[in-house]
């Protein structure tokens, strides 16, 4: 089993930014998909940013409204998963999920049916 547990979000003002946290333990393969999701009121979860480690190497994607403004990266050392959220607008508001699964390479999915492990999710509201 893996637990998965986020922190960070906060509220903040719109072009502030933000940095989650995203905690692992138990076991986690070192071949992994990690992702980042966020739901808000009323919407249907969507991915925001995957990133794959392995053999393969490492490969990060992202949902087309965040590029440029978000970055994911992991600290293997850690078992921690990050999104770094500059620029932040308020329609980024939302509860932001981080999730894990093992097994595949290509991790980038915009449905929550693709991961196996969630955490509990950290909210993020930007006002403007």
């Known amino acids: 089993q893996v637990q998965l547990a986020e922190s960070g979000g906060d509220s903040v003002q719109a072009g502030g930014s933000l940095r989650l946290s995203c905690v692992a333990s138990g076991y986690v393969y070192a071949s992994r998909c990690m992702e980042w999701f966020r739901q808000a009121p009323g919407k249907t979860r969507e991915g925001v940013a995957s990133?794959?480690?392995?053999?393969?190497?490492?490969?990060?994607s992202y949902a087309d409204p965040v590029k440029g403004r978000f970055t994911i990266s992991q600290d293997h050392a850690k078992n921690t998963l990050y999104l770094q959220m500059n620029n932040l607008k308020p329609e980024d508001t939302a509860m932001y999920y981080c999730?894990?699964?093992?097994?595949?390479?290509?991790?980038?999915?915009?449905?929550?049916?693709?991961?196996?492990?969630w955490g509990q999710g950290t909210q993020v509201t930007v006002s403007s």
């Open positions: 999730a894990a699964d093992f097994g595949r390479s290509d991790c980038w999915s915009d449905s929550a049916s693709e991961y196996k492990y």
């Open positions: 990133i794959y480690t392995g053999a393969g190497g490492r490969s990060t």
